[in-house]
C-alpha cells in the first residue's frame, strides 16, 4: 500500500479531489452514478430485499441517494423515497439522477412509516450547521425505531472534518465513503457511529491528490515501514542506541515497564536512573537493563554527559518526587540535546509554566499527553471537538511532536503533517499501557527513526500489539506481543523496494 493510500481528506480537499477529476475528463453525473450504485451493492451485499427508505438531502448527497433508490429498485426491492424540500430545488448532477428516478417523491420522514432499512443520504461530510427542523425528526425517527441504516459518505450530522456531531446523529450499520476517507471517520464520536466502513472507487484518480496534497494520513505501516531501523549485520548494541529512563521512588512500575518496552523495540542499551532508595526494587527485577542510582542532584546531569545515552524519557512514575525535581530533569535533558519523550508527570510539572518547557527544545522531542494533561499545558486551543486543530497548534506552538492519547490517537508534528491511529483496540483502557507506548517511542528514536515516524510507529505497534493479544490484557502482555507483531511487520518490508536503513554512526 502507497502512503497516499491512506489519506484523510477533509471535505474541502475531497471538493478539490472532485474537481481535479472532472478537470481531467470524468464527468460529475459519472461520479454520482458511481457513488450511488456503490451504495446500492453494499446494501445488496448485507441484506435481502425488504422495504427500504432512501432519505435524500438537497445536496449532491441527495443525489447520490436518486441514484442508489433507482439501482435497488431495478433489483426488485421495495423502494420509497423522501426528499428534505421540494424536487424544483435541486442543481446539478443531483438534479440530473433526480430526473432518472421513476418512483414518487414523498416529504423525508414519509417511507420511514414501515421501513425495515434506510439509506440515510440527507447530509454529507460537509455539514456546517446543527441539525434542525424536518431533518432531525426523520433521524430521530431513525434512532427511536433502531433502523438499521447505510449512511452516504457519513452519517448525517456528522462532521466530516473533526468527527463531532453537529445536534444530531443516527448510527449507521454501513458508512460508505468515497475515494478516501475522512478525518470524521476515524475520531470520535464520529467513528462510533459509522460502523462498518467502506471505501469505493468511484472513478476518481489517484492523481487527484496531487492537487489536495493531504497532509492527514490514517496511521499504518505505510506511513513508517520504508524508514523502519531494522537490525543490520554490522550493529552492536551501542549502534541500536543508548536510552536513559528516569524512574520514581513510588510508582516504580511504570519506568520498568517503559525500559522493558524501549529494549524490546530494538534499543541496544537500556539505563534506568532512580532514586538510590529505590534502586534495589528496579535492579531486582530487571536483567537487561541498567540500573544507576541517583544519589545527589547532578548525578541525572552527569548520565547525560555521555554521548552514546542519545535518547531519554521522563514521566512515567516519575510524579512521586517534586515537580520542581522533574523539571530539572526535563531541562537537563532538553539541554544535553537528547531526543526525548515526555510523558504524564514530566508534562504535568509544567502546567503553570509552559512556555518555560518550550523555550528548552531545541533537540527532537515528543509530547504524548492524555487529554487531561494536554489541558492543563495548552489549555482548550482549537476547540474540544476538534483534535486535529487541538494537536496540530500545540505542535506548532511546542516545535515538537504531540502525540494526544485515545482510542483516536493523533499524533501532530510542527510542521502540520499529522496521522490518526485506528488500530486501537478498548482494551488498551488499563494501567501501565501509556508507558509501554513511551517506551516504544523511545526506544525507536535511540535507534535514530525520526520523532513524528517514531511516535506513529510506536501508536500503530502498540494498538497492533493490545489487538493481537485480545481480551485480558495488562500492560506487561503488550512487551510480550510485540516480538511477533514485528515478525509479521517485518515480512512486509520485502514489498518496500526502495527502504532507508538508518545506520547509528
Request: proline share 7%; net charge neutral; hydrophobic share 50%.
Amino acid at each position: 500500500m502507497r502512503a497516499d493510500d491512506d489519506a484523510l481528506l477533509t471535505p474541502e480537499e475531497m471538493a478539490v479531489a472532485d474537481r481535479a477529476a472532472i478537470a481531467g475528463g470524468v464527468p460529475g453525473v459519472e461520479l454520482m452514478e458511481a457513488a450511488g450504485r456503490a451504495v446500492a451493492d453494499a446494501v445488496q451485499r448485507r441484506w435481502s430485499p425488504r422495504p427500504i427508505a432512501v432519505l435524500c438531502g438537497p445536496g449532491n448527497n441527495g443525489g447520490d441517494g436518486f441514484v442508489a433508490a433507482r439501482h435497488l429498485a431495478r433489483a426488485g426491492w421495495p423502494v420509497r423515497l423522501g426528499l428534505l424540500g421540494p424536487r424544483e430545488g435541486l442543481r446539478g448532477d443531483a438534479a440530473h439522477h433526480a430526473a432518472l428516478w421513476r418512483g414518487s417523491i414523498e416529504p423525508l420522514s414519509a417511507p420511514l412509516d414501515n421501513a425495515a432499512i434506510v439509506v440515510d443520504a440527507i447530509f454529507g461530510a460537509g455539514l456546517a450547521r446543527a441539525v434542525e427542523g424536518e431533518a432531525r425528526a426523520a433521524i430521530e425517527v431513525v434512532i427511536a425505531r433502531s433502523l438499521p441504516s447505510v449512511a452516504v459518505d457519513v452519517p448525517s450530522g456528522l462532521d466530516g472534518a473533526t468527527g463531532a456531531i453537529l445536534g444530531i446523529a443516527a448510527p449507521a450499520a454501513i458508512t460508505v465513503t468515497f475515494f478516501r476517507k475522512k478525518p470524521g471517520h476515524l475520531l470520535l464520536p464520529g467513528r462510533a457511529l459509522c460502523g462498518s466502513l467502506m471505501v469505493a472507487d468511484i472513478g476518481i484518480p489517484a492523481a487527484a491528490l496531487a492537487d489536495v496534497a493531504p497532509r492527514t494520513h490514517e496511521n499504518g505501516p505505510a506511513q513508517w515501514l520504508a524508514a523502519y531501523p531494522w537490525p543490520q549485520l554490522e550493529d552492536h548494541k551501542y549502534r541500536r542506541g543508548h536510552l536513559l529512563v528516569l524512574g520514581g521512588a513510588i510508582m516504580t512500575g511504570a519506568a520498568r515497564l517503559a525500559a522493558r518496552a524501549a529494549g524490546r523495540i530494538g534499543a541496544g542499551l537500556v539505563t534506568l536512573a532512580v532514586p538510590s532508595a529505590a534502586w534495589p526494587v528496579y535492579a531486582a527485577s530487571l536483567a537487561s537493563v541498567i540500573v544507576r542510582p541517583l544519589a545527589a542532584p547532578g548525578d541525572f546531569a552527569a548520565l547525560l554527559a555521555d554521548p552514546r545515552r542519545n535518547a531519554v524519557i521522563i514521566g512515567p512514575g516519575a510524579g512521586a518526587g517534586s515537580d520542581e525535581a522533574t523539571r530539572e530533569h526535563v531541562l537537563a535533558a532538553l539541554g544535553a540535546r537528547r531526543a526525548t519523550v515526555l510523558d504524564a508527570d514530566a508534562l504535568t510539572a509544567f502546567a503553570d509554566r509552559p512556555e518555560t518547557l518550550i523555550a528548552a527544545i531545541a533537540a527532537p522531542a515528543v509530547f504524548t499527553p492524555h487529554e487531561g494533561e494536554f489541558a492543563r499545558l495548552f489549555g482548550a486551543s482549537g476547540g474540544p471537538s476538534d483534535k486535529l486543530a487541538r494537536a496540530r497548534g500545540a505542535a506548532a506552538r511546542a516545535q515538537a511532536v504531540v502525540l494526544l492519547k485515545g482510542a483516536d490517537t493523533v499524533v501532530a508534528a510542527p510542521d502540520g503533517r499529522a496521522i490518526i491511529n485506528a488500530n486501537a483496540p478498548p482494551s488498551l483502557a488499563t494501567a501501565g499501557s501509556g508507558d509501554v507506548l513511551s517506551g516504544m517511542i523511545g526506544g525507536l528514536l535511540a535507534q535514530g527513526l525520526d520523532p513524528f515516524r517514531a511516535a506513529a510507529a510506536g501508536a500503530w505497534l502498540h494498538g497492533e500489539a493490545a489487538r493481537s493479544f485480545g481480551l485480558g490484557l495488562v500492560a506487561e502482555d503488550l512487551i510480550d506481543a510485540l516480538p511477533a507483531v514485528l515478525r509479521r511487520l517485518k515480512a512486509e518490508t520485502a514489498q518496500q523496494p526502495n527502504q532507508v536503513i538508518i545506520r547509528r554512526p
